[in-house]
């Protein structure tokens, strides 16, 4: 089954030279390295900031857009990971597992999968 775990934080500034994003960042690649081996992944990004957000709409058949994200909230969607599990026990010990969970919010959910 397919949950995709949405990774919510604070947005702030990105140092790459920053010891402290260095580490964060590697702790991001052991931890998709990780389940890349236990063939748990199907697929993840990082996002850019919500400022580069446009919200789409339709509106009694018109299109209107508008910059930046639905809501003001303290924490942005900041990425996701895509997740092959067996159950949602398994997602959420997986999602629990992103470097995230310890400062943000995983927010984990079923994916519907329609057959044809």
Known sequence: MQYIALIYDEEREIDVSD???QALYEAYG???QKIIAA???KAGDEL???STATCVR???GKVVTTDGPFAETKEQLGGYYLLEC???DEAIAVASEIPSADYGTIEV???VIREG
Do not use: W
């Open 86 to 88: 067996a159950n949602l």
């Open 39 to 41: 063939g748990q992944f």
């Open 48 to 50: 850019e900031p919500s």
């Open 30 to 32: 052991a931890f998709t």
């Open 109 to 111: 959910r079923p994916v």
């Open 19 to 21: 010891p402290a994003t």
């Open 58 to 60: 339709r509106r009694d």
